[in-house]
Antibody, heavy 115, light 106 residues
Framework: EVQLQQSGPEVGRPGSSVKISCKASGYTFTDYVMNWVKQSPGQGLEWIGWIDPEYGSTDYAEKFKKKATLTADTSSNTAYIQLSSLTSEDTATYFC????????WGQGTLVTVSS | DIQMTQSPSFLSASVGDRVTINCKASQNINKYLNWYQQKLGEAPKLLIYNTNNLQTGIPSRFSGSGSGTDYTLTISSLQPEDVATYFCLQHSSRYTFGAGTKLELK
């Protein structure tokens, strides 16, 4: 059974960074890209980007190129997203979703930006 | 970038009703269109992939159709457990989600 288990809620100060993890199981981690999606409170879904865990290659939506950094650790089957220079606009739930595309999703991680 | 226009934004229907939700792409997406259901506090769940393919485990009352720029999700007989928000996703060129349709019981 494919499972994507995300790390717990984060609180970040304005200007700081947070890093969220997504641990994959039930499939070969390097066979699929991992996407990340943002859902702002009461809003729709925005694609942030993907990472190919096998090669480390990435693609980002233009809006998130300076905001998000995607990485992956094949030894632990875990994908990461780091969000930098946090502002109130970054308060949202962030999901990982396996390529295939987007057939399997993590449970979401709430990031709250607050001083 | 491809834009997706989803309608309606809000829908109120009765149990047993036939419900349709639409997504219109800003250009031809060649049937690379998925539909998702999201309940409050949960992750989106894949219902339909590539326009009209039912994901394993999804009830047959859900179906999809369309081509070119216009796509439709149909629930043939609405059930109480279908109350949720529904999103479309185009994956023809990168990825764009529709804004969502909130479905409630009348």
């Amino acid at each position: 059974e494919v499972q994507l288990q995300q790390s717990g809620p984060e609180v970040g100060r304005p200007g700081s960074s947070v890093k969220i993890s997504c641990k994959a199981s039930g499939y070969t981690f390097t066979d699929y890209v991992m996407n990340w999606v943002k859902q702002s409170p009461g809003q729709g879904l925005e694609w942030i980007g993907w990472i190919d865990p096998e090669y480390g290659s990435t693609d980002y939506a233009e809006k998130f190129k300076k905001k998000a950094t995607l990485t992956a650790d094949t030894s632990s089957n875990t994908a990461y997203i780091q969000l930098s220079s946090l502002t109130s606009e970054d308060t949202a739930t962030y999901f990982c979703a396996r390529g295939g595309p987007f057939a399997y999703w993590g449970q979401g991680t709430l990031v709250t930006v607050s001083s | 970038d491809i834009q997706m226009t989803q309608s309606p934004s809000f829908l109120s229907a009765s149990v047993g009703d036939r419900v349709t939700i639409n997504c219109k792409a800003s250009q031809n997406i060649n049937k690379y269109l998925n539909w998702y259901q999201q309940k409050l506090g949960e992750a989106p769940k894949l219902l339909i992939y590539n326009t009209n393919n039912l994901q394993t485990g999804i009830p047959s009352r859900f179906s999809g159709s369309g081509s070119g720029t216009d796509y439709t999700l149909t629930i043939s007989s609405l059930q109480p457990e279908d109350v949720a928000t529904y999103f479309c996703l185009q994956h023809s060129s990168r990825y764009t989600f529709g804004a969502g349709t909130k479905l409630e019981l009348k």
